[in-house]
């Protein structure tokens, strides 16, 4: 049992994420949902007349394009020239934006019962660093990762499961290889299956996060299970943040959508990111009830790592007992910060990476 962990947690909470395909890299691997592959689960309702069907189409590549646009212009600071930070990759920096040495950064980690490390899903750099940082610590881990969607198969797949290669040991966890990449994720996934560590789903399957942004908004838990309805109404349904923090995200929204996304569209998006930050909370809360001797990591796209507005965010609530000391780590690259004072803030330490190689985020979408 880490030190500073209560073993009484409340409840058995609910929920979890998940992730879209390939076919644009920005568009899947930064944050974004595969709308284009959700419409066959989603209920027609309303949408059933032929003029229903073409507002919902029209509606869904407005939502593919500002997840597609938002999740790399979030990521890049919308600017092909970001100014200098005077920092270099591999460089540890405090939540003052402040360079720290390497021991002190460790000291911070090791004292985390809950590592929350985030992650650029295209970044081979962050990928490599993720595995660097977690062969170092010591002790039983629960893996929690993005890349997983809760109850596929299990909550908890050990990683001694029947299949010999680790592609399909990470299939039968639920791990889609060709969504998100086997290259980018392989590290992570055979050292949880050398150490023999559970894996635990933390994301939102898609169809679900598709539904809850585009339902009115006040029937956001129609699309929901009654088990993550009731962890959101916990932390304080809706899923909204406070004003200024939710009006950061919108604001964020409708500025990186290249001039194509209007504030209606950018609420809808902001309620189903703020449903999966807390399902993901919730679901952290649940492996560290479940395994209270082990530290609990979860893998996930560094805005949803951030303690201003996401997961982080919702782990500090009073509502969330029992979980301990909670370290957010953001692994940046060094093309994507505008600020590095600014982004520093949103985590207890940030690491600099290597820039990463991608268009423009505003000629990627069409």
């Known amino acids: 049992m880490h030190q500073g962990r209560d073993r ?3 409840g058995a909470w609910s929920a979890a994420p998940r992730r879209g395909a390939r076919e644009t890299i920005a568009w899947t691997r930064l944050g ?6 959700i419409l066959p689960f989603v209920r027609l309702g309303r949408f059933a007349s032929l003029a229903g069907l073409a ?4 509606l869904a590549r407005l939502f593919r394009l500002a997840w597609l646009v938002t999740a790399v212009a979030v990521a890049t600071g919308c600017s092909a020239n970001p100014p200098s930070i005077g920092a270099s990759p591999g460089q540890w920096v ?16 090791r004292s985390a019962d809950v590592l929350l490390l985030g992650e650029v899903h295209d970044s081979r750099d962050v990928h490599r660093r993720q595995v660097d940082l977690l062969e170092r610590i010591d002790g039983p881990v629960v893996l929690g990762m993005e890349q997983l969607d809760l109850g596929e198969p299990s909550p908890a797949l050990h990683s001694n499961s029947s299949a010999d ?5 990470a299939k ?10 086997w290259d980018a994720y392989r ?10 560590w559970p894996l635990w789903p933390l994301n939102l399957p898609r169809r679900q996060a598709f539904a809850v942004g585009t339902a009115a908004a006040d029937a956001w838990g129609e699309p929901l299970s009654s088990d993550q309805r009731a962890a959101i109404e916990r932390l304080g349904a809706p899923p909204q943040l406070p004003a200024d923090p939710q009006a950061d995200l919108v604001n964020v929204l409708v500025a990186s959508h290249c001039g194509r996304l209007d504030r209606r569209a950018a609420r809808g998006i902001a309620r189903a990111q703020v449903a999966r930050d807390m399902l993901m909370a919730d679901a952290l809360v649940r492996a560290v009830a479940a395994y209270p001797d082990h530290r609990v990591v979860g893998v996930m796209g560094n805005q949803h790592a951030r303690r201003d507005r996401g997961v982080g965010y919702w782990l500090q609530r009073p509502e969330v007992r029992g979980v301990g000391t909670v370290v957010s780590i ?11 004072t600014e982004e520093a803030r949103a985590y207890d330490l940030v690491r600099i990476t290597a820039p990463v190689d991608r268009e423009e985020p505003c000629r990627t979408g069409s």
Do not use: M, Y
């Not at 507002?55 to 029209?58: H, I, R």
């Not at 953001?330 to 590095?340: A, N």
């Open 55 to 58: 507002q919902l189409a029209q």
């Open 8 to 10: 009484q947690v409340r």
């Open 32 to 37: 974004g949902v595969r709308l284009a592959s």
């Open 172 to 181: 039968l966890a639920g791990f889609d290889p060709d969504a998100w990449g």
């Open 330 to 340: 953001g692994l940046l690259p060094s093309d994507t910060i505008q600020s590095l």
């Open 187 to 196: 590290g992570l996934f055979e050292l949880a299956f050398q150490k023999d």
């Open 94 to 109: 405090d939540r003052n934006g402040q360079p720290v040495s390497e021991q002190q950064a460790w000291q911070t980690i």
């Open 165 to 169: 290669d680790a592609r399909e040991r």
